[in-house]
């Protein structure tokens, strides 16, 4: 009697594990799903980052600028 719960007692643990080992793959699945996604989502805002700047001015035409703005507001109440 003992060698069949045995028996009984060792398939249940097996059945555990499987299960177990399915839950982890399914898990490791979503993971890497979201993991995709997160990385293409962070690829796409450093795309609309590049572009952004891309349509920025030079720092250098940003002083000259300023500068020049600078001249004409003192020449103007002078």
């Known amino acids: 009697m003992t ?10 643990q ?3 594990l499987f299960n ?3 839950k982890l793959e399914n898990n490791l699945e979503q993971h890497e799903r979201d993991d ?4 293409a989502e962070v690829l796409k805002r450093m795309d609309e ?3 952004s700047f891309q349509n920025r ?3 250098w035409a940003t ?10 507001g003192w020449l103007a109440k002078g």
Request: with cysteine.
């Open 63 to 72: 002083a000259v600028i300023g500068i020049l703005m600078a001249a004409c």
């Open 57 to 59: 001015l030079p720092p």
């Open 49 to 51: 980052m590049h572009k």
């Open 20 to 22: 177990a080992q399915e």
């Open 14 to 16: 097996v059945k555990s």
């Open 3 to 12: 060698q069949e719960q045995d028996v009984t007692r060792l398939q249940e």
């Open 36 to 39: 995709k996604q997160t990385f």
